[in-house]
């Protein structure tokens, strides 16, 4: 399962990939934000993945945020005229079945490496679940490479050396007087500069920072965030920051009005740091997700050197103006032309999907997907857990156990009289990245997707402890409640929600954001997770098994449920959902406790916020903050839930000090953290 969840990015401090949201049709779409959890602005040092209208975003949310500024190059879609290999014969189908506790241990297996992008134990792992496919007889499904849908992923990013900034009197040094934001276009750019306020043209909160001004050709210098109160918190909305805050809408804003480039700067005050968003772009499939014109930000001082420069006011006299009576206070900036590069250097892996079929009897054509990750972190990555650590991550919860169940799935109906739909199954890869495989396959499907009548995923399912899996997603399609209470009746599992809406942090949710019905199986949260400990001789092989019998029972019923709408109504509130409920980094660098929550206490009757332990060297940690801790009071507010928590961290900033009402042992404590801004 991701790290970067919209759900845990705000507290771990870890940042999230979003995802723009699209309507599902014939024609695969890419969305232009998946991006990393730089691509939004939430609150000063915090961001929130997008909720806006769709555009060309992010994850609008990438993010998944594309909203994650993830870095994308340009992918070759599916071979339409591949052949269909590895057909198997009806003996072999007869004779194989899928040995789950197998599976998963070669899956988790040193030798695998923990399936890390570009690691040749990954390329096995894809190999031994093709091999399954085929010996269990399903069909590849046409369009693709036989049971492999490739394609190239950046792994990572970096500005490149050339990238530049002048404005004739002086050349500034990037990294120290100005920095790349993470979508940025790339290219060249010069041209008179225009200060535009915050950079904002909304009808919705009646304000135009364009209005009167010509910024056609021209660079636009904006201030982060948007109007603030006297408190230092938005205008436009009571509760953290709106869309219009949000990096992606200030580019769509200033492409809109004619914008050659577009130059940021911190509002010198609420944000006193000054600092500069790093550039992180981790992972991603394409070009898609960068921004049309070049995204820079300068520091205050060169700001306010060229407003001195055109004899307007300073940045903070600007700010005050606008800020108090909500009015724009744009102006051209004689006699200042700036011109600069940005360049982005690139490194590319061959990846793939793994996906195969049984295919149905019905003349509708309608089908079920079921899916499971099959990536891990390999010898460890900025997502992990074990910091320093150089050590395979074994995977096995996460996620070999919903892989192997996968196959188990598959097992069964290739063994058994087909139904009216066809059931593709899938390994996605690049999950772990930023849900960069199922991204992949949802912009370059090789089926209808608006045949698509649900996705089952599967994502860590192997913990499963007194019998409790966790659903999410039965919001999004009106007939769900019934068939999971269906599949459920002889069953010894107790199911509990984590979230209704189809928004999370696993490969359902970019299903969820084409308006496909999504359905998500979870075991929950340990302390292994994201570490080297995440090993096979801890999996609940009972578990899994449970689960696989649940799922064909459930797979089964949606056999007869038609293609229904898309209900999006829980989506907003979500537990592993965006908005507020995922809000994440803001601008690319996120304010963060530093806790850890305790997923199997979501639906708890405890008031409060259970967690199962803190970040190294975070604010939680430092104060004291132990796993089992149940934060009960923020401040002067009393705490009720983890949404609460994200809210309250929303309106936050780095540097700030928090005094908990802590939980332990059944005895009241009081702690104060000081909350800290993501690295």
């Not at 050659?260 to 000054?274: E, F, L």
């Not at 496909?516 to 092989?541: E, Q």
């Not at 537990?575 to 206490?601: N, Q, T």
Request: aromatic share 8%; net charge neutral; charged share 25%.
């Amino acid at each position: 399962m991701r790290q970067t969840t919209y759900l845990r990015s705000r507290i771990t401090g870890v940042p999230p990939v979003q995802f723009v949201e699209q309507t599902t049709g014939e024609t695969p779409v890419i969305p232009e934000n998946i991006r990393t959890s730089l691509s939004r602005v939430q609150t000063p040092a915090t961001y929130r993945p997008d909720r806006r209208r769709a555009v060309p975003l992010a994850f609008a949310a990438t993010l998944l945020a594309a909203a994650a500024a993830c870095n994308f190059i340009a992918t070759p879609p599916a071979r339409a005229d591949a052949p269909a290999t590895h057909q198997p014969s009806a003996e072999v189908t007869a004779k194989f079945h899928v040995d789950v506790k197998k599976t998963l241990e070669f899956l988790a297996a040193d030798e695998q490496e923990g399936r890390g992008i570009g690691t040749a134990g990954l390329e096995r792992s894809a190999q031994r679940i093709a091999d399954d496919f085929q010996k269990l007889g399903l069909k590849p499904v046409p369009g693709l490479d036989g049971y492999f849908q490739p394609f190239k992923m950046t792994m990572s990013s970096s500005v490149d050396p050339s990238t530049a900034l002048s404005d004739g009197q002086t050349s500034y040094k990037v990294g120290t007087d100005f920095g790349v934001i993470p979508f940025s276009g790339e290219g060249t750019f010069e041209g008179d500069v225009v200060f535009a306020g915050y950079g904002i043209s909304s009808k919705k909160y009646n304000y135009d920072d364009y209005a009167g001004i010509d910024v056609k050709g021209k660079v636009v210098l904006v201030l982060r965030f948007e109007p603030h109160n006297e408190k230092g918190t938005s205008r436009f909305v009571t509760d953290g920051w709106s869309d219009e805050a949000h990096l992606d809408s200030k580019v769509q804003a200033a492409v809109d009005h004619g914008a050659k480039a577009i130059v940021m700067v911190n509002p010198p005050t609420y944000t006193p740091a000054d600092a500069l968003v790093p550039f992180s772009r981790t992972a991603g499939i394409g070009g898609d997700g960068q921004a049309s014109v070049p995204f820079i930000q300068i520091h205050e001082n060169v700001a306010d050197a060229w407003l001195k420069q055109a004899g307007a006011k300073d940045l903070k006299t600007l700010q005050a103006d606008i800020d108090k009576d909500q009015k724009p206070a744009s102006v051209v900036l004689d006699n200042v032309k700036i011109k600069g590069l940005v360049a982005i250097r690139r490194d590319r892996k061959d990846v793939k999907n793994v996906v195969a079929m049984v295919p149905g009897t019905g003349k509708s054509h309608e089908y079920l997907i079921v899916g499971a990750h099959y990536d891990h972190l390999g010898w460890g990555s900025p997502f992990s857990l074990a910091h320093g650590v150089h050590a395979i991550h074994h995977g096995a919860d996460d996620n070999a156990s919903g892989t192997s169940a996968m196959l188990k799935i598959a097992d069964h109906f290739a063994h058994a009289k087909p139904g009216e739909k066809t059931i593709i199954f899938m390994a996605f890869t690049g999950e772990e990245e930023g849900l960069i495989g199922s991204q992949y396959f949802v912009s370059h499907p090789p089926i209808r997707l608006n045949k698509v009548v649900a996705m089952l995923n599967l994502d860590m399912v192997g913990r499963i402890s007194k019998n409790v899996l966790y659903v999410g997603g039965q919001g999004t399609a009106p007939s769900f409640d019934a068939f999971l209470k269906e599949a459920n009746e002889d069953s010894p599992l107790v199911l509990k929600s984590i979230g209704r809406g189809g928004l999370g942090p696993s490969d359902h949710m970019t299903f969820a954001m084409k308006k496909i019905p999504v359905l998500f199986l979870f075991s929950g949260m340990h302390i292994d997770y994201h570490r080297p400990t995440d090993t096979a001789d801890k999996i609940n092989y009972q578990g899994i098994d449970e689960t696989v019998k649940f799922s064909v029972k459930l797979l089964d019923g949606l056999q007869d449920m038609p293609r229904e709408k898309y209900v999006d109504a829980a989506d907003k509130d979500s537990m592993m959902g965006m908005g507020h409920a995922g809000s994440s980094a803001g601008g690319g660098s996120s304010v963060s406790l530093g806790v850890i929550p305790d997923y199997s206490e979501l639906d708890s009757a405890t008031k409060g916020v259970k967690i199962s332990g803190t970040m190294p060297d975070s604010g939680a940690a430092k104060a004291g903050l132990l796993g089992g801790d149940i934060i009960v009071q923020w401040n002067d507010k009393k705490l009720d839930s983890l949404l609460q928590l994200q809210n309250l961290l929303d309106g936050s900033k780095p540097g700030d000090k928090v005094k908990l009402g802590v939980l332990r042992n059944g005895k009241r404590i009081e702690l104060e953290a000081t909350l800290t801004e993501r690295k």
